[in-house]
């Protein structure tokens, strides 16, 4: 199962818009649109470099700029107050000074 169906799409999309970050898209993304082609540029002048839009030789994948807005939402994101929502049984945890309280009432134990 991919990580993908465990998160809710509408409310990442509001955590990006309140950080300012662009706007992502309004499907998960695949594997593919997760990295980008990264290659050495060879300057005779100077050492290697690393860049994004040259072609010359392959040098490997790196992480796309919908990668890095997705960790810093998914990864980067802390809740301070609120409420965490179970999806299988809807039971809501209370998030305080950033903690959250898993602990079950005693009627649900």
């Known amino acids: 199962m991919t990580a993908n169906k ?3 799409r509408r409310p990442t ?5 309140q950080l300012g970050l662009p706007d992502l898209p309004t499907t998960p993304p695949t594997p593919a649109d997760l990295v980008e082609r990264a ?3 060879i300057d005779p002048a100077g050492p290697a470099s690393i860049t994004n839009d040259c ?3 392959d040098a490997g994948e790196m992480p ?3 990668a890095k ?3 810093k ?3 980067e994101t802390c809740i301070q107050e609120g409420k965490l929502v179970c999806g299988s049984c809807e039971h809501e945890y209370a998030v305080k000074e950033g903690v959250a309280n898993f602990l079950l009432p005693g009627h649900l134990v």
């Open 13 to 17: 999309v509001l955590i990006a818009l």
């Open 69 to 71: 807005d997705l960790h």
């Open 64 to 66: 796309s700029q919908i």
């Open 6 to 8: 465990h998160v809710s």
């Open 39 to 41: 290659s050495i540029a």
């Open 73 to 75: 939402i998914l990864l």
């Open 55 to 57: 072609v010359q030789a």
